[in-house]
C-alpha cells in the first residue's frame, strides 16, 4: 500500500512537470509573437510581368530569413505554429534567403498576394524564431496596354464602313510559357459593338446612308487568366456615301465605242452634282477612272476593239455645307461592241491576171475571165478569212455570228436569180449579186472552214434555201445567210 502510494507521488510529480515545460513553451510562443523582435518596412517592388523584389529591414543575430507567400490571406500566429510543428500548407510558397531582400519570378501578373518575412538564429542543432514581419498584402502588376495606332477607312459605302488598324504587339508570355494572344474591341461613341475579333480590319454593316459616325478600337488580351483592356484609339469620324445612282445601262453599241447613260442624280441640299465613270476590262478586275467632272448624264468610250467586253461604274460626286462628298459605287454593268466585218477584195494586180489567163483552159469560162474553180478558189479565200476572225462560246454563237457576215454581204449587193454567179458563194462575195442559194453555198463555205458538216436544204429547188447544220452544240442545227440567223432543231420559218 504505501508503494502504490509512492508510484502515484511520483506521476503526480511527473506530470506537474510535464505541464510546466508545456506551459513554459506556450509562453515561450507567445512571448516570441508578441515580443521578439518585429521584422519592419516590408516593401514590394514589381521589376517587371511575373517577377517582384521583396525587402526589408535587416535584423541583427539573424542568420536566415524565411519569406512566406500566398494568395490566400496569411495569419502569423499559425503561420509560427505551423513552422513550429513542420507542417506544410499546399498554399503557401517558402523561399530561403541570407539577405534582407529576394527576387521571386514566378508571380501571376494582376494578382493579390500576402507575404510575411520571418527570421531565423541558426546554430549547430537548433533553428530559433528570432524574428516576424507583419503580413503585407500587395497586388502585382499588369501588363499595360496602350492604344491601338492608325485607325483609318479603308472602304466605305452607303451602307457599310471597312475598318483597319495595326497589329497590337506583345513580346510576353504568360507565366506558364504560352502567347499572349490579343484580340480587339469596336465602340462607337462609347458604346461596345463589336468584341473578340482577331483580324486586324472589320466590316460594320447595315449603316444608314449618308449618316456621320465615330469609332475607337482598343485591344485586349487575358494574360494568366486575367482580362486586360487597353487604352482607346483616337476618334475616327466618318460619313457613309449617299445611296448609289440608278439606270446605269449601255445605250449604244458600235464596233469602236460604247455609250453609258444613267439617271440624272437627285438629293436635296446638294448642289455641283457631277459624275465620275470607272471602267474595266473585267468584273472582277482593276477598274480605273475613264473621266471625272462629267455634267451630263452620259460618257461614250472610243477607241475600242471590236467584240470587245468593258464593265463600268459611276459615282455621283457633290457639296454638302461645302465639303466634298461622293455616292455609293452604282452596280456593275457591262457592254460588247460591235463586230467589225471586214470585205474582201480581190487582187487586180498583173499578176493575178496573168495567172487567170494561164488557167483559162482549166474549165468553162464566164464573163469575168475567170474558170468556176478560180471563183471557188477566191470565194473560199473570202470564206477562209472570215472563218479566222469569227469567236463565241458556243456552237450556235458562232454560227449565227457567221450568218450575220454572210448577210452583210448580201446587203450589200444586190438581190437576183438570173445570171451565172447568184447561187454561187463567188456571186456573194465577190459579184455582190446573190440569191438565198447563193448565200446558203456562202455560208456552207464558211462553216466547211471553221470545220464544221453542213447540208443544202432545199438544194436546186425554186423556193427558200439554208444550211442544216449537223452538229450545233450536240444538236441537229439550222442556219440562214439571208437572214442572218441560226438556231437548233428544224427551220422555224419555213
Given at each position: 500500500m504505501k508503494k502504490k502510494k509512492e508510484k502515484n507521488k511520483k506521476a503526480l510529480i511527473y506530470g506537474s512537470i510535464m505541464f510546466v515545460i508545456l506551459l513554459l513553451l506556450v509562453i515561450l510562443v507567445i512571448y516570441l509573437l508578441n515580443n521578439n523582435t518585429s521584422i519592419t518596412n516590408v516593401k514590394v517592388t514589381n521589376s517587371e510581368l511575373h517577377k517582384i523584389l521583396i525587402t526589408w529591414d535587416n535584423i541583427e543575430k539573424v542568420d536566415e530569413y524565411k519569406v512566406i507567400l500566398s494568395k490566400n490571406n496569411l495569419n502569423k500566429e499559425e503561420i509560427s505554429s505551423n513552422l513550429e510543428k513542420n507542417n506544410t500548407d499546399d498554399n503557401l510558397e517558402s523561399y530561403q534567403s541570407i539577405n534582407n531582400s529576394i527576387t521571386i519570378s514566378d508571380v501571376l501578373s494582376n494578382t493579390e498576394y500576402y507575404v510575411c518575412i520571418i527570421g531565423y538564429s541558426v546554430s549547430k542543432n537548433n533553428k530559433n524564431i528570432l524574428a516576424i514581419s507583419d503580413v503585407i498584402k500587395f497586388k502585382t502588376d499588369s501588363l499595360e496596354i496602350n492604344k491601338v495606332e492608325n485607325l483609318e477607312i479603308t472602304d466605305v459605302s452607303n451602307s457599310s464602313i471597312k475598318l483597319k488598324w495595326d497589329a497590337y504587339q506583345i513580346d510576353n508570355t504568360n507565366l506558364d510559357?504560352?502567347?499572349?494572344?490579343?484580340?480587339?474591341?469596336?465602340?462607337?461613341k462609347d458604346k461596345l459593338i463589336m468584341s473578340n475579333?482577331?483580324?486586324?480590319?472589320?466590316?460594320?454593316?447595315?449603316?444608314?446612308?449618308?449618316?456621320?459616325?465615330?469609332?475607337?478600337?482598343?485591344?485586349?488580351?487575358?494574360?494568366?487568366?486575367?482580362?486586360?483592356?487597353?487604352?482607346?484609339?483616337?476618334?475616327?469620324?466618318?460619313?457613309?456615301?449617299?445611296?448609289?445612282?440608278?439606270?446605269?445601262?449601255?445605250?449604244?453599241?458600235?464596233?469602236?465605242?460604247?455609250?453609258?447613260?444613267?439617271?440624272?442624280?437627285?438629293?436635296?441640299?446638294v448642289k455641283d452634282i457631277t459624275y465620275s465613270i470607272y471602267g474595266s476590262n473585267s468584273s472582277d478586275g482593276e477598274y480605273k477612272l475613264l473621266s471625272d467632272q462629267i455634267t451630263d448624264n452620259y460618257y461614250i468610250e472610243e477607241k475600242l476593239d471590236s467584240n470587245k467586253t468593258r464593265?463600268?461604274?459611276?459615282?455621283?460626286?457633290?457639296?454638302?455645307?461645302?465639303?466634298?462628298?461622293?455616292?455609293?459605287?452604282?452596280?456593275?454593268?457591262?457592254?460588247?461592241?460591235?463586230?467589225?466585218t471586214n470585205t474582201y477584195v480581190p487582187s487586180t494586180s498583173s499578176n493575178s491576171s496573168s495567172n487567170s489567163s494561164s488557167n483559162s483552159n482549166q474549165g468553162n469560162t464566164s464573163s469575168?475571165?475567170?474558170?468556176?474553180?478560180?471563183?471557188?478558189?477566191?470565194?473560199?479565200?473570202?470564206?477562209?478569212?472570215?472563218?479566222?476572225?469569227?469567236?463565241?462560246n458556243s456552237d450556235q454563237e458562232k454560227i449565227e455570228l457567221a450568218a450575220q457576215i454572210v448577210q452583210y454581204y448580201y446587203y450589200m449587193g444586190v438581190h437576183t436569180e438570173t445570171g451565172?454567179?447568184?447561187?454561187?458563194?463567188?456571186?456573194?462575195?465577190?459579184?455582190?449579186?446573190?440569191?438565198?442559194?447563193?448565200?446558203?453555198?456562202?455560208?456552207?463555205?464558211?462553216?466547211?472552214?471553221?470545220?464544221?458538216s453542213w447540208r443544202h436544204a432545199n438544194e436546186n429547188q425554186w423556193t427558200h434555201q439554208w444550211v442544216i447544220v449537223d452538229n450545233m452544240d450536240g444538236q441537229v442545227g439550222w442556219a440562214d445567210g439571208m437572214i442572218g440567223m441560226a438556231g437548233y432543231g428544224g427551220f422555224p420559218f419555213s
Open positions: 510559357g504560352s502567347k499572349i494572344e490579343v484580340s480587339y474591341e469596336i465602340y462607337e475579333i482577331i483580324d486586324t480590319e472589320c466590316v460594320i454593316e447595315n449603316l444608314n446612308e449618308f449618316t456621320d459616325y465615330e469609332y475607337q478600337v482598343l485591344a485586349s488580351a487575358v494574360i494568366d487568366g486575367n482580362l486586360v483592356k487597353g487604352k482607346p484609339s483616337d476618334i475616327l469620324h466618318i460619313k457613309t456615301k449617299s445611296n448609289p445612282i440608278n439606270g446605269v445601262k449601255i445605250s449604244e453599241t458600235n464596233t469602236n465605242s460604247l455609250k453609258i447613260t444613267w439617271d440624272k442624280y437627285e438629293k436635296s441640299d464593265y463600268y461604274y459611276v459615282v455621283a460626286s457633290y457639296y454638302y455645307n461645302d465639303v466634298n462628298y461622293f455616292s455609293a459605287n452604282s452596280n456593275i454593268i457591262s457592254g460588247t461592241t460591235k463586230t467589225k469575168s475571165g475567170l474558170t468556176a474553180s478560180q471563183k471557188e478558189e477566191q470565194a473560199r479565200e473570202v470564206a477562209r478569212y472570215i472563218a479566222k476572225q469569227i469567236t463565241g451565172n454567179d447568184y447561187y454561187t458563194a463567188y456571186g456573194v462575195f465577190i459579184k455582190g449579186e446573190s440569191s438565198c442559194a447563193g448565200t446558203t453555198r456562202a455560208l456552207g463555205m464558211i462553216l466547211e472552214e471553221m470545220g464544221y
